[in-house]
């Protein structure tokens, strides 16, 4: 015999339980292991997605560019930026800023990512952070409307109805309008044009107003509240579309490129490639309500004349980029 009843029932059943022991243990480690599985699919799946998510860019815009509203300004870039989003593969996010001093503080600082910059600013905030760098220079038309170009030029005007008032000289001892410290075709160019002619600007005029945009100075000067001012062709058209003929150009500051789109190193050196090769691509239906009609791409050599006009005025200005 191989072993009483009762004693082979309970080999029996201890066999049986050790099975069931067993079973549930694979049991448990087959569910273990789907955990594990679907655990790491799911992760798989939220780093795709994570890894697909656009990158976001801040974009800094300056209303005082042509005495617009911040709402006016952030509209008519952001048909650009969206159609440029979806052609690089990122998300623009347009911030503005108070003016141009502000404007080079948020890039210098790279509390923003790039900017539609002047070239006075953008001389200004790659002083402070070299590895700004402008991407793309616009196009614009000329005061003629002839032909498009990378420059502007800027001027001295004053209401066509002063007969005295018929060159620099003949503008001693009046009133004079300037935009800004960091203008360009608002203050720069024309304080170097000044230092060329031998003439203090600050002991020049009898009255000096910075009147913090373009407009303004040119609406000042059609109600007769100034005697003359610094403007740019672009404002220039747009002031005697909106007061008529009652213009007239007294000196030309100087030929200036134009404004561009800025970056600094917080946009990867890849994404400011994608950024530049696309620019040269928009559409003239993506700048309405901007002075550009296109993009080029222009040698940092580009900008060496605006260095050298800062340079010589920073001295006789006290310009840092600092103010507002």
Not at 245 to 271: D, H, W, Y
Request: charged share 20%; hydrophobic share 40%.
């Amino acid at each position: 015999m191989t072993g009483s009843l009762p004693t082979q029932i309970k080999e029996t059943a201890g066999n049986a339980e050790h099975g069931v022991t067993r079973l549930l243990g694979w049991g448990w480690t087959l569910v273990l292991g789907f955990c594990l599985l679907f655990s790491f699919l799911l992760s798989g799946v939220i780093t795709a997605e994570e890894s697909a998510a656009e990158p976001k860019y801040r974009f800094g815009v300056t209303p005082w560019q042509h005495g617009q509203s911040d709402d006016d300004i952030r509209a008519n870039y952001k048909p650009l930026l969206e159609w440029l989003g979806k052609r690089v593969g990122a998300e623009f996010i347009i911030v503005g800023a108070s003016g141009y001093g502000e404007t080079i503080d948020l890039l210098a600082n790279e509390s923003i990512d790039l900017a539609a910059i002047s070239p006075v600013p953008f001389v200004l905030a790659q002083r402070r952070n070299p590895r700004v760098t402008m991407l793309a220079t616009e196009l614009s038309w000329d005061f003629g409307n002839r032909r498009m170009s990378p420059t502007y030029d800027g001027f001295i005007v004053a209401r066509s109805d002063r007969d005295d008032i018929t060159g620099l000289e003949s503008l001693r001892n009046t009133r004079f309008g300037f935009v800004r410290k960091q203008s360009t075709s608002g203050f720069v160019y024309p304080v170097a044009y000044f230092i060329r002619n031998g003439l203090d600007y600050q002991s020049f005029f009898s009255r000096i107003y910075f009147l913090g945009s373009q407009p303004r100075v040119t609406d000042a000067i059609a109600s007769g509240s100034i005697d003359a001012g610094t403007t740019w062709d672009y404002n220039l058209k747009q002031a005697i579309t909106k007061h008529g003929a009652v213009f007239k150009i007294v000196a030309k500051t100087g030929t200036i490129p134009n404004l561009g789109i800025a970056a600094n190193s917080a946009v990867p050196q890849e994404m400011q490639n994608k950024i530049r090769s696309a620019l040269l691509e928009a559409k003239k239906e993506l700048f309405r309500g901007l002075p550009a009609v296109g993009y080029v791409v222009k040698d940092e050599s580009y900008y060496d004349p605006v260095r050298e006009v800062v340079q010589l005025v920073s001295g006789a200005s006290g310009m840092t980029g600092e103010g507002r």
